[in-house]
């Protein structure tokens, strides 16, 4: 029964300290949302900083991938797997 109680008493009292600490409030000048924060950052980048942004955002195209013969790579896909079995025995 000690042995018990004693486990318990062993995994509450961390979550117990846990809980019960004394958290860090920051000053509410400092407390800004993620949403404010990106309309500030976007409003101090000027027209032509945003203009190489949105160039090196674009995707990489797969232009030299050679590792798929185009063939394969555009080739329609199998059908997909019937409802039926009687579909399954048309389709082959």
Do not use: H, R
Request: charged content about 25%; aromatic content about 4%.
């Amino acid at each position: 029964m000690k042995f018990k109680f004693t486990l318990a008493a062993l995994l509450i009292a961390p979550l117990a300290f846990t809980a019960c600490s004394k958290q860090e409030k920051a000053p509410a000048s400092e407390q800004t949302s993620s949403s404010e924060a990106a309309s500030a950052e976007s409003a101090n980048t000027s027209a032509e900083q945003q203009a190489v942004i949105d160039a090196l955002d674009q995707p990489v195209l797969d232009e030299k991938n050679t590792d798929v013969a185009a063939e394969k790579a555009n080739a329609p896909a199998d059908a997909a797997t019937p409802a039926t079995e009687e579909e399954a025995a048309k389709a082959q």
